[in-house]
């Protein structure tokens, strides 16, 4: 069975960091890429960033890009995102997520398909 | 950017009813769309992806379609444990981009 388990969120002052973690199991890990998707409190989901298999291909929202550093270590099958210069805005509910591939012929597209529970990051004075 | 619009923001309907919801991408995105289901307090579902695929364990009342810039999803015969928040997610490149969401209610 699946797992991904998220930790290390908490009350955190604006301009402090943070860094999240997530635990993953069920799975062979170094197969998929990964990623970190929040939501903040009553809105939509946005996606913040993800990273391939071997690190070799990561990206970002813009409004994280320069703060935020997606990593992932596949000898102990965990992702992490560590969150620098934290904002009011990035106040939300942090799930990483499992990445499915699909191929149609031409070419690849990338969904989420095991989700965590997610981990509340609230950045607050 | 590609930017996901969802239409309607909210539809409420009847168990029974059929229902659909609509996303358009800024630009084409060929098939590469998905469809997620959200409860209140959970993580969210994968139910299609590749604009029509059914993720497995999806019952068959949900159906996906279109190609390009404009996708549908449909709930055929609505049960009441379909009521949830609907978003689409285009699947193409960084970054993944969600529509805003679509909340059905129980009529």
């Known amino acids: 069975e699946v797992q991904l388990v998220e930790s290390g969120g908490g009350l955190v002052q604006p301009g402090r960091s943070l860094r999240l973690s997530c635990a993953a199991s069920?799975?062979?890990?170094?197969?998929?890429?990964m990623h970190w998707v929040r939501q903040a409190p009553g809105k939509g989901l946005e996606w913040v960033s993800g990273?391939?298999?071997?690190?070799?291909?990561?990206g970002y929202v813009d409004s994280v890009k320069g703060r935020f550093t997606i990593s992932r270590d596949n000898a102990k099958n965990s992702l992490y995102l560590q969150m620098n210069s934290l904002r009011a805005e990035d106040t939300a509910l942090y799930y990483c997520?499992?990445?499915?591939?699909?191929?149609?012929?031409?070419?690849?597209?990338?969904?989420?398909?095991?989700w965590g529970q997610g981990t509340l990051v609230t950045v607050s004075s | 950017d590609i930017q996901m619009t969802q239409s309607p923001s909210s539809v409420s309907a009847s168990v029974g009813d059929r229902v659909t919801i609509t996303c358009r991408a800024s630009?084409?995105?060929?098939?590469?769309l998905a469809w997620y289901q959200q409860k209140p307090g959970k993580a969210p579902k994968l139910l299609i992806y590749?604009?029509?695929i059914l993720q497995s364990g999806v019952p068959s009342r949900f159906s996906g379609s279109g190609s390009g810039t404009d996708f549908t999803l449909t709930i055929s015969s609505l049960q009441p444990e379909d009521f949830a928040t609907y978003y689409c997610?285009?699947?193409?490149?960084?970054?993944?981009?969600f529509g805003q969401g679509t909340k059905l209610e129980i009529k």
């Open positions: 997520a499992k990445e499915k591939y699909y191929h149609d012929g031409s070419a690849y597209s990338y969904y989420f398909d095991y």
């Open positions: 069920g799975f062979t890990f170094d197969d998929y890429a």
């Open positions: 990273i391939s298999w071997n690190s070799g291909s990561i």
């Open positions: 630009q084409g995105i060929s098939s590469w």
């Open positions: 590749a604009a029509s």
């Open positions: 997610q285009q699947a193409n490149s960084f970054p993944y981009a």
